[in-house]
């Protein structure tokens, strides 16, 4: 808490057969605080996705802009 924190973060998620989160990559950041990206990364990884069509593995690209 207390920390300014600005900047653009792309995160690559693999996403399984039943939609949970095989792995998750940090891309490109502009944000300083390494500490931010981490509990963003952690929390995807507990994230719950509708299952892909034919049952396969997904991956989906997701850039965020983190502005405070």
């Known amino acids: 808490k207390g920390i300014a924190v600005a900047g653009a973060l ?16 940090l891309g490109r950041t502009t944000l300083s605080a390494t500490a931010v ?3 963003i990364a952690q ?3 507990r994230m719950l996705f509708p299952k892909p069509e034919g049952g396969a593995m997904a991956m989906a ?6 502005a405070r």
């Open 37 to 39: 990206t981490e509990c």
């Open 10 to 25: 792309t995160i690559q998620i693999a996403i399984g057969p039943e939609g949970t989160v095989l792995a998750v990559t």
């Open 43 to 45: 929390r995807v990884r």
């Open 61 to 66: 690209t997701v850039s965020l802009v983190v």
